[in-house]
Nanobody
Framework: QVQLVESGGGLVQAGGSLTLSCAASGSIVGYNDMGWYRQAPVKQRELVASITSGGRRDYAGSVQGRFTISRDNAKNTVYLQMISLDPKDTAVYYC???????????WGQGTQVTVHS
């Protein structure tokens, strides 16, 4: 059973930075796409950034240039470095990975990021 453990959320002032980490375990076939989503109150969950096993990155337009996604395949860990944070970035951030023969998605428990002005 794949498990994801997220860390790095917290409270930060606008303009500040945070780095989220998500360590995956339990898969014997490795992980394909890894990504970060977020969900703000009364809003739908949205993709923030994703990275393929080959290193191709995609970003939501709202975070382009401010957030950087990376992964360490040796550690089965994906990171999200966030700079120039804005109160609009306040949300619960979820890690997601795709693994297995049929490309099943797995989710972390979420970590709160709160940006105050």
């Amino acid at each position: 059973q794949v498990q994801l453990v997220e860390s790095g959320g917290g409270l930060v002032q606008a303009g500040g930075s945070l780095t989220l980490s998500c360590a995956a375990s339990g898969s014997i076939v490795g992980y394909n796409d890894m990504g970060w989503y977020r969900q703000a109150p009364v809003k739908q969950r949205e993709l923030v950034a994703s990275i393929t096993s080959g290193g191709r990155r995609d970003y939501a337009g709202s975070v382009q240039g401010r957030f950087t996604i990376s992964r360490d395949n040796a550690k089965n860990t994906v990171y999200l470095q966030m700079i120039s944070l804005d109160p609009k970035d306040t949300a619960v951030y979820y890690c997601s990975v795709v693994s297995g023969l049929y490309g099943r998605s797995y989710w972390g428990q979420g970590t709160q990021v709160t940006v105050h002005s």
